[in-house]
């Protein structure tokens, strides 16, 4: 047997930085190739995340110091798989690595934001904030190095940061490249990007400022977020007093994505005590279809459940409009009571579902994928493998499990080659 070949991860989610780190600690060589900035995915835009309900720098920062110390880990950022041929043992795999316009010899210092006069919305707050055009992604971002964004930036018509920059860090005419790997066995892990709520015109997303997705709840809520971590009306700043969570958001809808999307009914309960945690005098309102909360999570269910000021309301929600001092106005069926409900909030948060981001990016031609465009197991091609929310809805628990599953599958291809 010859030398024994790399396992490439695409995606550097929890998903994919459990199974790269899990692999690499039995010895094999992995390479995670990730679209953003920084690695941690979905989960580094969380408030909290379960089953412990804790911030997810806990473990995100814990795997970090991993990846650190394992030199059979290695990643490549703001780069995207643009090929894949070959088979199981000996893929060939082509990536483009995006030019960040700053080198290795960042020291997060800040002083090129100081400088910066240019600001871009902030894509990792869903655009409720700005930051400047060269920027660091988050408080806790991984690598720890600012990234510019060439949109937004005037290059060296202004060149304000590399003035200040005393350490040779920003480099403006930083060029893309691309890099060929061999490697045995791919696991995809590419997780998924909230739904479009502006497609369910009704829910008036986009339309009504006060009505936001359950992610960007998520950024509101946390210390490091827009509003560091004050629940405020986007319209105007106000304390949310009166919030109305609105489930199945675009799941479970022929027209829109015909599964359950798994997480939501737990993501809305667990932000239900956000609000009523740092406003004991909130009220709650939960439009309902049915509720999934599995197993250990019917506990947390009875929690809510017994909070008399939060309402749960067994209905689908036929249009949401805006209410003259800014608020909405919920119009719900009632099943259990009959007829209709209206409740009147300060602002609503639509439980989006999760939609596959491998779908239409390209590589479905070598991965395959359902028609959701959830990578499948049955008839993939050998060697390549699923991992997270790339093979179905999951919660974090749920990914990290099945992301130590998809490493022994992906060093399985290896030891049989």
Not at 56 to 67: Q, T
Not at 377 to 395: C, H, K, L
Request: net charge neutral.
């Amino acid at each position: 047997m010859g030398e024994q070949k790399s396992i490439l991860i695409i995606g550097g989610g929890i998903s994919g930085i459990t199974t790269a780190i899990e692999a690499a600690e039995a010895g094999y060589a992995t390479t995670i190739v990730e679209r953003n900035p920084y690695l941690g995915g979905r989960v580094a835009q969380l408030f909290k995340y379960f089953p412990k309900l804790c911030p997810p720098y806990c473990g995100l920062e814990m795997n970090f110091r991993r990846i650190k110390q394992n030199p059979k880990v290695k990643f490549y950022t703001l780069s995207e798989v643009e090929s894949i041929s070959g088979g199981e043992g000996d893929f060939t795999v082509n990536i483009k690595v995006n030019a960040r316009y700053v080198n290795e010899k960042c020291t997060a210092c800040g002083k090129c934001v100081e400088a910066c006069p240019a600001e871009r919305p902030n894509d990792y707050n869903f655009g409720m904030d700005k930051t400047k055009a060269i920027y660091r992604p988050h408080d806790m971002a991984f690598p720890m190095r600012y990234v510019i964004d060439e949109q937004a930036c005037k290059g060296s018509a202004c060149s304000e940061c590399v003035k200040v920059c005393k350490y040779g860090a920003i480099e403006l005419d930083m060029k893309a490249s691309t890099v060929e790997l061999n490697v045995g066995s791919i696991v995809t892990a590419t997780g998924w990007n909230p739904y479009d709520a502006t497609k369910m015109e009704n829910l008036g997303f986009g339309r009504i400022k006060n009505v936001i997705t359950n992610m960007m709840m998520e950024r509101l809520s946390a210390p490091n977020g827009p509003t560091k971590g004050r629940i405020k009306r986007p319209s105007d700043g106000k304390d949310v007093q009166s919030i109305a969570f609105v489930q199945c958001a675009g799941s479970r809808d022929e027209n829109h994505l015909p599964y359950c999307s798994a997480v939501c009914c737990m993501a809305s309960m667990k932000e239900a005590t956000y609000i009523r945690e740092k406003n004991p005098e909130s009220k709650v309102y939960i439009f309902y279809i049915d509720l999934r909360t599995p197993g250990k999570y019917e506990d947390f269910l009875r929690k809510i459940q017994s909070d008399e000021k939060i309402e749960m309301i067994k209905g689908k929600v036929a249009k949401i409009e805006e209410d003259g001092d800014g608020g909405a106005i919920v119009t719900a069926e009632d099943i259990v009571g009959g007829g209709k409900v209206h409740r009147k909030v300060d602002m609503v948060v639509l439980a989006t579902g999760m939609e596959p981001a491998l779908k239409n990016n390209g590589l479905v031609s070598t991965i395959k994928t359902e028609e959701s465009g959830f990578v499948i197991s049955e008839d993939q091609t050998a060697g390549i493998y699923a991992a997270g929310v790339a093979g179905r809805p999951n919660d974090v628990t749920t990914s990290v499990q099945g992301a130590t599953g998809a490493a022994l599958k992906s060093i399985q291809s290896l030891v049989r080659r």
